[in-house]
């Protein structure tokens, strides 16, 4: 049986509703191989302990991630990983992460703030993704 190994966030700022925060964290964190099948979410209790938010909005998150096929929950236990979506190029993940944080501190250097940088990369990222090259 592993530990908990994800610690939640919320960005309220995002849009983005929290139940669908907390899938997407997870889901970052199963791509990422930090979370592993066997690992342990995080209690609803924990959690709503952590984000002072509702427990049916980790629920509702929990019950879409099981849904997917991403987790499983053992009442009484908790929720567990069954899988991983940690791809082929998981080994790529360090080179391309020491580049991005160079990235990140240039940008800051040039005096960006965190939604003028999530700004410039997604639209980057989209357009790039338009033409063919992401």
Do not use: C
Request: proline share 4%; charged share 25%; no cysteine.
């Amino acid at each position: 049986m592993g530990a908990t190994v994800i610690e939640f966030h919320l960005d309220t700022g995002s849009g983005v509703s929290p139940y669908m925060q907390l899938v997407r964290q997870v889901k970052h964190a199963l791509r990422l191989d930090l979370l592993r099948e066997g690992d342990q979410l995080p209690t609803v209790k924990d959690v709503v302990a952590q984000l002072a938010i509702n427990p049916n909005t980790v629920l509702k998150a929990y019950r879409e991630l099981e849904r997917e096929g991403l987790v499983v929950p053992r009442p009484g236990v908790g929720t567990f990983v069954t899988r991983t979506l940690a791809g082929e190029s998981l080994a790529a993940h360090g080179p391309l992460r020491k580049d991005l944080e160079r990235w990140l501190t240039k940008a800051r250097l040039a005096g960006m703030d965190d939604e003028s940088i999530e700004a410039l990369f997604m639209t980057t990222f989209r357009s790039a993704r338009q033409e063919g090259i992401a």
